[in-house]
């Protein structure tokens, strides 16, 4: 499944699919992007970084790809588990750090 | 593993008041944070705090709001005369060094205004 942007907020998929969570961010000269997974009732929690010098960075089960000419993010997940349910949101950093609103994935066993 | 641990979980103020949200960093980090986020709306930071004074603040941040470090292991958030739009989750975050990258949250507070 995927996601476009912040105008589908929400993504369900089934467990053991690839999910791909999609964010446009708004500054041009960001150099630094994480992606963030917020828990139900809890605060946002680290998932993976990125430069601005760099297009692919792959985590356990994660990849985060960089779009710098069209302004785009993506946060890849294989495998996904019920346990990856939660809300996803990007963060672009220049001088501040400034959030998107996130996307829902919800995962159907 | 060490947290950041936020009091109260949750807090109902009638409009007008002040209200305290206090949050206890992880022991050895040296930069904290305010965050906040209306219910369905992005995060949006609110001001970072190093070396005993703010270090930098949002457009959010008004005279309204104050933080402080009364001691060696609280940071607090202040929020006099209380609006209904100030009802929101706030969160605490605090890092190491200021690289945003090593920020770790809390869980937030949630503040009902009424």
């Known amino acids: 499944g995927e996601s476009v942007g912040l105008h589908l907020p929400t993504l369900s998929v089934q467990e053991g699919d690839n999910s791909i969570i999609n964010c446009a961010y708004s500054?041009?000269?960001?150099?630094?992007f994480i992606w963030y997974k917020q828990e139900s009732g809890k605060g946002p929690q680290f998932i993976i970084d990125?430069?601005?010098?760099?297009d692919k960075r792959q985590g356990q089960r994660v990849t985060v790809l960089l779009n710098k000419t069209v302004k785009h993010l993506s946060l890849q997940i294989a495998a996904t588990q019920p346990g990856d349910s939660a809300v996803y949101f990007c963060?672009?950093?220049?001088?501040?750090?400034?959030f998107g609103a996130g996307t829902r994935l919800t995962v159907k066993p | 593993e060490p947290e950041v641990t936020q009091t109260p979980s949750h807090q109902v103020t009638q409009m007008g008041q002040e209200v305290i949200l206090r949050c206890v960093p992880i022991?050895?980090?040296?930069?904290f944070y305010w965050y906040r986020q209306i219910l369905g709306q992005k995060v949006e930071f609110l001001v970072s705090?190093?070396?005993?004074?703010?270090?930098?603040k949002s457009e959010i941040f008004d005279d309204q709001f104050s933080v402080e470090r009364p001691d060696g292991s609280n940071f607090t958030l202040k929020i006099r005369s209380t609006k209904l739009e100030d009802s929101a989750m706030y969160f605490c975050?605090?890092?190491?060094?200021?690289?945003?990258?090593?920020?770790?949250f809390g869980p937030g507070t949630r503040l009902l205004v009424l």
């Open positions: 975050a605090s890092s190491v060094n200021s690289g945003v990258e090593t920020q770790y």
């Open positions: 705090f190093y070396n005993n004074e703010i270090s930098e």
């Open positions: 500054n041009s000269a960001s150099d630094y």
């Open positions: 022991s050895n980090h040296l930069y």
């Open positions: 990125i430069r601005s010098n760099m």
């Open positions: 963060a672009e950093i220049k001088d501040d750090m400034r």
